[in-house]
C-alpha cells in the first residue's frame, strides 16, 4: 500500500473514530432547555403547544417542531449530531473547491472540533443548540454547496428546498445564508438560474414568517424585563456597541485555534505572494502582534496580569464599563479586524476567491454584532459565536485551497 492510501486510510479512520466519540459523548442536560423541551409531550398537544409558542415566544416553528417530536429518542440526536457535522464538512469542502474530498473533509472536521469549548458545548454538543445552530448552520452550509455545484439534480434540488423550511428560520443562519449567496450570485453568473432563485426565495419567504411572528415581539419584551431592563432607553449604535463587546470577546478567547489559523494563513500569503506597501506592512504586524499574543498566553495563565486587563474574554460588567485598559483592548481588535480586510485585498488575486473570503469574514462579523440588537445578547451565552467560528474554518479552507493552486501551478510552470 503506498503512502497516500496508508494517509486516505488514517484521514478516513479519525474521521470515523471522532464522530463515534461525539455520537456516545453528547447527553442531555436537565438543568437547561433540554429538560423542558423533554418534557412538552407529558403535557401539551405538540401542535397546540406550537401555536402557543408562536403566539407568545418565537416564530422558530419547524425547528422547535423537530426538537419536540425527535429529542425523546436518543437514537436521533446521537446520529444526528455527527452527521450533521459531517454534512457541514463536506458541504464546506464542496464550496470551496466544488467537489468533495477526503483531505479537505478531514482538516474541516479538525478545525470544527477546534473551535472554542465553550462556543461547541453550547452550539454544537449541547442538544438544544444542536437543533437551533448546528443544525441549521449545516443545513444552510448545504443549500450553499447546491447553489454553486455546475451539476444540479432534480433530487438534490428537492432536498435543498426542504432545507430552506428549517434553517431560514434560525435568525442569525438565515443571515450567513441571505448574505453569503448574495455574493455567490454576484460574482458567478452561472449561478443565476431558476433553480437558485427558487431557493433564495422560497428562505426569504420563510425567514419573514419566521421574523414576523407575534411571539417574537412578545418575548422581546418579556427578555427586556429579564435580563436587560434598560435595553429599550439605548440607541441603535449603543445596542450595536455591545454586540462589538460579544466580537471582541471571541478575539479574546486564547488560542482560538480556527481564528489563528485563518489569521496565520493570510498573514503567509501576503509575505510570499502579497502585493507589498507601508499599510499592508503594518497591517502584517498588527496580525502577527496579535497571534503570538493568543499563543502565548495560554488561557491567560502565562501572563495573569495581561490577561486580566487586556484582551480579556469576559463579558461587560460595571468595573471594565470604566476601565481604559478596556477601550485599549477594544481598539486592538478593531485594528486586527480592519488589518485582515487589508491583507484579504492586499494578498488574493482571485477575484472570487477574494470576494468570497471577504464576504464570509465580514459576515461572521456582522452575524456576531447585530446579536447586540437582541436584549438576551449576553443571555445567549456562547452559542451566538458558532456562526463566526464557521466562517473561519470557511476561510481557513479557502486559503489553503488557494495555497494548493499557487503551488500546483508553479509546479505546472518548472
Known amino acids: 500500500m503506498s503512502v497516500n492510501k496508508y494517509f486516505k486510510v488514517f484521514c478516513f479512520s479519525i474521521i470515523v473514530f471522532l464522530l463515534i ?27 397546540d403547544f406550537l401555536v402557543e409558542r ?26 444526528a449530531i455527527p452527521l450533521s457535522l459531517l454534512l457541514l464538512s463536506t458541504s464546506i469542502s464542496k464550496i470551496v473547491c466544488q467537489k468533495v474530498t477526503l483531505y479537505y473533509t478531514f482538516i474541516i472536521l479538525i478545525l470544527l472540533f477546534a473551535i472554542p469549548l465553550f462556543i461547541n458545548a453550547n452550539a454544537a454538543w449541547w442538544i438544544t443548540g444542536f437543533y437551533i445552530y448546528l443544525l441549521p448552520l449545516s443545513l444552510a452550509t448545504y443549500a450553499i454547496s447546491f447553489i454553486l455545484n455546475q451539476t444540479q439534480s432534480k433530487i438534490q434540488f428537492i432536498l435543498v428546498c426542504m432545507t430552506t423550511f428549517f434553517f431560514a428560520y434560525a435568525e442569525q443562519i438565515g443571515v450567513f445564508f441571505f448574505l453569503i449567496v448574495f455574493t455567490v450570485f454576484y460574482s458567478e453568473k452561472r449561478t443565476r438560474n431558476y433553480k437558485n432563485f427558487i431557493i433564495y426565495g422560497l428562505a426569504l419567504i420563510n425567514f419573514f414568517i419566521s421574523i414576523t411572528a407575534p411571539g417574537n415581539y412578545v418575548r422581546l419584551r418579556a427578555e427586556t424585563w429579564s435580563w436587560f431592563p434598560d435595553y429599550l432607553n439605548y440607541s441603535f449604535i449603543q445596542k450595536l456597541s455591545f454586540g462589538f463587546d460579544k466580537l471582541h470577546q471571541l478575539f479574546g478567547f486564547y488560542w482560538n485555534i480556527p481564528l489563528i489559523i485563518f489569521m496565520l494563513l493570510l498573514a503567509l500569503l501576503y509575505i510570499v505572494y502579497g502585493t507589498k506597501f507601508l499599510v499592508g506592512n503594518m497591517c502584517l504586524a498588527t496580525v502577527i502582534a496579535f497571534t503570538s499574543i493568543s499563543i502565548v498566553q495560554w488561557n491567560g495563565l502565562s501572563f495573569p496580569l495581561f490577561g486580566k486587563n487586556f484582551l480579556n474574554a469576559n463579558i461587560l460588567n460595571a468595573e471594565k464599563w470604566v476601565s481604559v485598559s478596556t477601550y485599549i483592548s477594544y481598539f486592538f481588535v ?41 436584549p438576551t445578547i449576553y443571555a445567549s451565552s456562547l452559542r451566538v459565536d458558532y456562526v463566526f467560528e464557521v466562517c473561519c474554518v470557511m476561510n481557513c479552507m479557502y486559503l489553503i485551497h488557494h495555497i494548493n493552486q499557487l503551488n500546483h501551478r508553479e509546479t505546472q510552470q518548472t
Open 21 to 47: 466519540l461525539l455520537s456516545i459523548s453528547v447527553h442531555l442536560d436537565r438543568a437547561t432547555d433540554d429538560d423542558f423541551f423533554l418534557s412538552i409531550v407529558d403535557h401539551w398537544n405538540i401542535v
Open 54 to 79: 408562536y403566539k407568545i415566544w418565537t416564530g422558530r416553528i419547524p425547528l422547535e417542531a423537530l426538537m419536540v417530536s425527535t429529542i425523546n429518542y436518543p437514537i436521533f440526536w446521537r446520529m
Open 334 to 374: 478593531m485594528m486586527v479586524i480592519i488589518s485582515l480586510l487589508v491583507l484579504i485585498l492586499a494578498t488574493l488575486k482571485n477575484n472570487h476567491t477574494k470576494l468570497m473570503v471577504l464576504s464570509i469574514f465580514t459576515v461572521g462579523i456582522l452575524d456576531t454584532i447585530i446579536i447586540g440588537l437582541s
